[in-house]
């Protein structure tokens, strides 16, 4: 069957199951196909007897019978061949990255990963920065503010998120729902709680007794008309404790992160230096360009090293390159890497540890020039910017 030598078996073992699928779908043609073969090949069979010895018009008639039935057996073939490439086609495209789960690796095996996955990130965000909207063409994309706010009441049921919510009201920061309804942590949501919705984006921002109108749009980058608008307020006057919608207006990103819980705590209580960004660096030993695949915290030997979340111990252990380290897993597909440390830490694999507990001393063994934490953050198997999530 030649349709079989379309199927090119990929390599990597992470789309096998696909492939499998696909060559299932692929030999199911094939026996289609063999049985098609076998229905012309009996009638060639019951053609020749015939031909020998009989007469010509039934032999004719055979003939124009195999010919009628070739063609749609053909035209059967071909299709049979054009959808199995493009089930494969489409499983190829469809492949995703493969989570890796890093904490089950040997060692020296989440060494190559690190470096690769380093790679991937980078140029990530090399991408990403090109995208940004030009300075000068962000004043055009505001919208402006007229009509008062509304609010409508909305009760949490079990799987919705505040995202979830923030979209289905048609709204599309989801910081407008934190703020206005003062959520301390997303993942305390609770089913039946009552949450308020804005008929628009915003937040919410309570006046002090020092606050005025003209200090809260410079603050928020938002005019004072449009906040006297939305509040339906006529005078410019503020009381201690006014609530005041923002519109436009979004959390910093750090109370943002705060209230979904995504904020890491300092690995380090010390003052420390970094020595080394995440990304792009030249090797402190040779000198030659290499992705850095975390933070790197100069701070003198012997200083405590905290679990910058809570979480459960992944992995304790020694490497050439990252001498004593840890690896603790989190919530949310988080996981964090402590290296260089002093000595083996004093926590063991499985065990909990909370956010702030101490779990090794800063050092310098394995591949370091002196003293310091290299800390490495993991989202869902991929490396990111530990300064992006820590305060
Ligand atoms: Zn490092």
Redesign the pocket.
Known sequence: MEIISYYTPCPAPACAAKHSSARAASSAYAVKAAAGDAAAGSLYDAARPLAAGQSESAFRMIRKCLKTLRRPLCIMYGALCVCGAGILLISYLSRTAPVVELAYLPPAELETLNMAMSDFVVSMVEHAGSEAIPEDMRDTLKPVYTEPVSYSQYRVVSGDTISGITYRFGLKNISTLISVNEIDNTRLLRSGQLLTVPSMDGVLHVASADDSLAGISARYGVPVEDILDVNDLAAAELSDGQRLFIPGAVMDSTALRKALGELFAQPLSAAYRIS?YFGRRADPFTGVASS???V?MAVSAGTPIYAAMSGKIAAVGFTNVYGNYVIINHENGYQTLY?HMLRKAPVSVGQRVAQGEQIGLVGSTGYSTGPHL?FTVYKNGKLIDPLSVLK
């Open positions: 080394s850095h695949t975390g790197d290296a290299h």
